[in-house]
C-alpha cells in the first residue's frame, strides 16, 4: 500500500503501531501528501467505523491518491 511505498521513499517509516492519523501528522509539513491523505484516511475511517459499505466513486478517490503519491 501507499504507507509501504512512502517508507521505500524514506518520506515516513512503518510502524505497526501507528495509526493512520499519525502518518498524517508526519506528512503534516508536506501540503502537496498532507491534503489528499487526510482525505483518503477520513474517507477510510468513515467506511471502516461506520461501518459503511464502500462505492466504486471511493475506490476511485483511493486508486487516485494511490498513483498521486507514486507520481510524486
Known amino acids: 500500500g501507499v504507507i509501504f511505498y512512502l517508507d521505500e521513499k524514506s518520506i515516513i517509516k512503518y510502524d505497526n503501531a501507528k495509526t493512520n492519523m499519525e502518518y498524517l501528522q ?7 501528501l498532507y491534503s489528499p491523505m487526510k482525505r483518503v484516511i477520513e474517507k477510510f475511517e ?9 462505492t ?3 475506490y476511485k478517490d ?8 507514486k507520481d510524486e
Open 26 to 32: 508526519v506528512v503534516r509539513s508536506k501540503e502537496k
Open 62 to 69: 483511493c486508486l487516485d491518491f494511490y498513483y498521486q503519491v
Open 46 to 54: 468513515y467506511l471502516w467505523y461506520g461501518k459503511q459499505t464502500g
Open 56 to 58: 466504486e466513486d471511493d
